[in-house]
């Protein structure tokens, strides 16, 4: 545990970041369980009351907790990037390694793929399927993930080839271990850092899309709700009923800002002119 | 009169909170169309010597003493104190570089010749049309038989001997009065490295330059330099002329080496100095050979020698000096 | 010494080897072959130290990787204990490999930065297929090649160049081998370090008799370390003779030229060698 505070806390980027998401981490989970409201118990005699002791940031049009709904809307919000995220890079972590050491015509078949992945309109994609009617959390999650494993495969790729030909492998494969161990225990190891900071990063840019297409009223549906959900909520009247857009504003924002912070963070701490002096 | 004068020079790294010091008191002085050589080992602080010379320390590291440098036009700067925007000036034009591995001091996607004009345009007063016939004749100084097509060629075309010598000529560009070489040869095969070397003195002698030369090689300093400083763990051993060292080292760190260096001349397989050389971050108390000394005593474990003048040109740090008759 | 020279049996022998790179076009280049091994033959028997000297680019280190077996001749023969190792299956090249271990110039990146000098070694007595005689444990292993046993909980850039390449050694000696590639073992090394390394070397190859293949530039470090040595240009062996009679008496124009290149005391100022 204290290895783990001292990590964080050897750059100030990741430990900002850090922070940031540890506070809406505990707000998302352990939230709910300590506020008297219920995220989508409806109480119209107070709908649209603006920030109070009570309600601390409003009501919304069916007298909704903002509060609450913001904590369930965190649970969604993040649970959405971070499963569709892990799907993502063990889909671009398998591709990219394949690629990698089987090499000729099928490397050039998963690259040309994955071109042609990265030139679908990704966006308009998820929006016409989720626009027949197909909407559901599961769903998203699986396109989120289908249209985001390029990077991480073209990045694993690249890195393996490089990693391939340093001498300590040539050891390795000397020495006569198998090429399955030579994957695991030398290869992987000294990509993961660079795998790990493109993931942290991929969090944030799948919470903006899961964000933006909740929005547009296309992401997820009633009775759940992200905070894409609420923030669209407030749009009939975005002066009168600020409170509802400009907090879950704000918890996007502060989202996406963290997971890029700790994603700048892990980068300086694992490029290796860094290592030397550990 | 000496070009170069380094007074007390001591160099300190900070990385959180600590202080880890690199160079400790390094003094000496460099006259006009001499050669210094500066030997050590790896981690001995050689490298950061030239940075600091150079003003291109990292960022994290700061010096305290004196550098005084007199200029072309014979004004007397110091280095330490001087504005970033001087010391620019000063580089390639006062003070020449070149780096061990020239294949990375080269920029990968510029032809050779391009950036030998580059550093014409900036660095000298040759007129635009006359440059490329400039820098085809430094091709030409630095001993590459084809300047032409040198001068079309890509760095990555050009095997590891023809490379040192084009950041030789892109060195030489701006008609430095003083150059200083960081292990320039060491990544050369043995054929190249002798060559580059008769190379650089026959430039010395021709343009009256002053160098300062790193290498861990005793035996290129011994026959190449006309000064020879020993660096040991950041610590300055020795100093003195070539002859004097080579006749009589003082200290024995320096004694060590040059053994080593002459049985391996003679065919013999010598014995190595015993240990590892000692860490920077972690140095030993009083002198920090102790550890490896054969003529080590309770006062070296405690007390740091001071520097002990032989001559006027030969001073060493060491309580119980190598028996000088 | 002699005598055991002769008297021993063969252990590497190379006839008549060739290899050609091909460097397929690219949009700015045309096709390009390099002849890089031009027709070398020689044998290396065990207990004999055996060196390949000549400047870089001359092909003495496509000669080791093809040994090692990471790089495919175009033609010839390279057998091991006389088994052509080109033509092996899968499972005698399992058999085979620890025999021939690489001690690389490049002495730092050879090592896993991710691994502690306790799981390098480790891996490597792990990976031995061969029956147990001289290997031992981790310790042993470091003791052998002369570094104290606390250095195995360090990570690679936590050691100097002659302790690293000393792990190389131990790692190497770990799979019992009988032939050691040294690809320029000690020329990146500081002065006494490689002293240190060249003693060591020796020392290995009489208790162990083990073999070595050397590859060198640096012809006042190869006499110290080898039996026989073969001059090497332009992917051929111009001369090849032993040690000492080479040296003495080299007949050889290039010979000349690089036991010269050994000498720094004659530098002259025209700038030509």
């Known amino acids: 545990m204290k290895r783990i505070v001292d990590f964080i806390c050897s750059d100030k980027s990741l430990y900002v970041g850090s922070i940031l998401i540890g506070i809406i981490i505990i707000f998302s989970l352990i939230g709910p369980s300590l506020s008297p409201y219920n995220y989508s118990s409806q109480n119209l005699s107070e709908a649209l009351q603006s920030p109070s002791v009570s309600h601390p940031l409003g009501t919304d049009y069916y007298g909704r907790d903002v509060l609450a709904r913001m904590m369930h809307g965190g649970q969604i919000t993040l649970g959405i990037a971070l499963l569709a995220t892990t799907i993502a890079v063990l889909i671009g972590m398998i591709i990219g390694l394949i690629s990698a050491f089987v090499g000729g015509w099928l490397d050039r078949i998963l690259m040309r793929l994955v071109d042609i992945m990265l030139g679908f309109p990704k966006l308009f994609i998820i929006l016409l399927v989720i626009g027949m009617g197909y909407s559901s959390i599961g769903l998203i999650i699986l396109f989120l993930a289908i249209f985001s494993w390029m990077e991480i495969a073209r990045i694993v790729r690249s890195e393996v080839l490089v990693i391939k030909e340093q001498l300590y492998i040539k050891s390795a494969e000397a020495i006569g271990l198998r090429r399955r161990r030579i994957i695991f225990i030398h290869i992987l190891p000294n990509v993961m850092g660079t795998i790990i900071v493109s993931s942290v990063l991929l969090i944030s840019t799948l919470i903006l899309i899961e964000s933006s297409i909740s929005f547009l009223g296309l992401g997820v549906q009633p009775p759940n709700a992200s905070w894409g959900t609420i923030l669209t909520e407030g749009r009939f009247d975005p002066i009168g009923t600020w409170w509802i857009s400009v907090f879950s504003g704000i918890f996007i924002i502060a989202a996406i800002i963290g997971f890029n912070l700790i994603g700048d963070g892990l980068r300086n701490i694992l490029d290796p002119k860094f290592t030397g002096n550990s | ?325 | 010494m002699q005598a055991g020279i002769t008297a021993s049996k063969t252990l590497l022998q190379i006839q008549n080897l060739r290899i050609v790179y091909q460097q397929k076009s690219t949009f700015f280049t045309a096709d390009q072959t390099v002849h890089a091994v031009n027709g070398v033959s020689f044998s290396i028997r065990q207990g004999e130290s055996f060196a390949i000297v000549g400047r870089s680019g001359c092909g003495k280190t496509s000669i080791a990787m093809s040994a090692l077996g990471f790089v495919k001749p175009s033609a010839g023969a390279i057998s091991f204990m006389g088994k052509n190792i080109w033509q092996l299956n899968r499972k005698n090249i399992r058999r085979l490999r620890p025999l021939i271990q690489p001690v690389f110039q490049d002495y730092g990146n050879s090592l896993n930065p991710r691994m502690t000098v306790n799981k390098i070694i480790i891996e490597a007595l792990r990976a031995q297929p061969n029956d147990q005689t001289r290997t031992g444990n981790v310790k042993q292993l470091l003791d052998t090649v002369g570094l104290d046993s606390e250095i195995r909980w360090r990570y690679p850039h936590q050691l100097s160049g002659g302790q690293k390449q000393r792990i190389n050694i131990a790692r190497a000696l770990a799979l019992n081998p009988k032939l050691l590639i040294l690809d320029e073992p000690v020329s990146s090394q500081d002065l006494s370090a490689g002293v240190q390394l060249i003693e060591l070397l020796n020392r290995l190859k009489q208790t162990y008799q083990l073999s070595y293949l050397l590859i060198s530039h640096n012809l006042s470090i190869v006499r110290l370390l080898s039996d026989r040595i073969a001059i090497m240009k332009n992917g051929v062996f111009t001369e090849q003779g032993p040690a000492e009679t080479l040296l003495q008496h080299p007949s050889d124009n290039h010979t000349k030229e690089l036991i010269d290149a050994s000498n720094l005391t004659n530098l002259s100022k025209t700038g030509l060698v």
């Not at chain 2, 003070?95 to 004009?117: D, H, K, Y």
């Not at chain 2, 030409?140 to 010598?165: C, D, K, N, W």
């Not at chain 2, 560009?173 to 003083?178: I, K, N, R, S, V």
């Open chain 2, 1 to 325: 009169m000496s070009l170069l004068t380094v007074e007390n020079l001591s160099v300190v790294n900070s990385p959180s909170g600590r202080s880890i010091s690199i160079l400790r008191n390094i003094s000496f002085s460099l006259n006009s169309g001499e050669t210094l050589a500066v030997i050590g080992e790896t981690g001995s602080g050689k490298s950061m010597l030239c940075k600091s010379i150079i003003g291109l320390l990292p960022p994290g590291f700061s010096r305290s003493g004196n550098i005084w440098y007199i200029s072309s036009d014979n004004t007397k700067i110091s280095i330490i104190t001087a504005e970033e925007s001087d010391l620019l000036n000063m580089r390639g034009r006062e003070i020449g570089m070149v780096f061990q591995e020239a294949v990375a001091s080269l920029n990968p996607v510029v032809r050779c010749g391009n950036q030998i004009t580059d550093v014409l345009s900036v660095k000298s007063k040759i007129e635009k049309n006359k440059r490329k016939k400039h820098a085809l004749k430094l091709l030409e100084t630095v001993g590459l038989s084809e300047p032409e097509r040198i001068f079309h060629a890509y760095p990555h075309q050009l095997s590891g001997g023809m490379t040192q010598r084009v950041a030789l000529a892109l060195a030489l560009a701006g008609e430095p009065q003083l150059l200083i070489a960081d292990e320039p040869s060491s990544s050369l095969d043995s054929i190249s490295k002798k060559y580059y070397l008769n190379l650089l003195n026959r430039l010395k002698q021709e343009n009256n330059l002053t160098l300062i030369l790193v290498t861990h090689d005793v035996d290129e300093a011994l026959s190449f330099a006309d000064n020879i400083l020993v660096l040991y763990a950041g610590c300055m051993t020795e100093y003195g002329r070539t002859g004097d060292i080579q006749k009589s080292p003082a200290h024995p760190y320096t004694k060590a080496l040059l053994d080593i260096a002459r049985a391996l001349k003679e065919n013999n397989l010598p014995a190595a100095i015993p240990g590892e050389i000692s860490s920077l971050t972690n140095p030993p108390p009083g002198c920090r050979f102790h550890p490896r000394c054969p003529k080590a005593q309770d006062i070296c474990r405690v007390k740091e020698p001071s520097s002990i003048c032989i001559s006027n040109s030969h001073s060493v740090r060491c309580f119980f000096l190598v028996d000088l008759s």
